[in-house]
Nanobody, 117 residues
Framework: QVQLVESGGGLVQPGGSLRLSCAVS?????????MGWYRQAPGKQRQFVAT???????NYADSVKGRFTISRDYAKNTINLQMNSLKPEDTAVYYC??????????WGQGTQVTVSS
């Protein structure tokens, strides 16, 4: 019974910052998994933003590299995404995801991020 709940979305001006958090409840089985953030803008496909593996390896989409940082808070069981220097093209619904290949794939319901003046 794993649930992912995103929070922290909202309206921010271009150049501003926002911090998203994904609360993970329930137990994840296995020793190898990936945690990450994805986003979907109106009329576009859902796309990869950032991931961190169980081995602490991080990966970022070229469009957010240098501006976004993904991290885990083990004490609070959360996955965080610090977003800096936000641009209007970052506007999208952001989704949290935890998966293990050929085993399980969990998604949150999303949180809206709007970057506009």
């Amino acid at each position: 019974q794993v649930q992912l709940v995103e929070s922290g979305g909202g309206l921010v001006q271009p150049g501003g910052s926002l911090r998203l958090s994904c609360a993970v409840s329930g137990r994840l089985f296995g020793i190898s998994y990936v945690m990450g953030w994805y986003r979907q803008a109106p009329g576009k496909q859902r796309q990869f933003v950032a991931t961190v593996t169980s081995g602490s390896t991080t990966n970022y989409a070229d469009s957010v590299k240098g501006r976004f940082t993904i991290s885990r808070d083990y004490a609070k069981n959360t996955i965080n995404l610090q977003m800096n220097s936000l641009k209007p093209e970052d506007t999208a619904v952001y989704y949290c995801r935890v998966f293990s290949t050929n085993s399980y794939d969990y998604w949150g319901q999303g949180t809206q991020v709007t970057v506009s003046s």
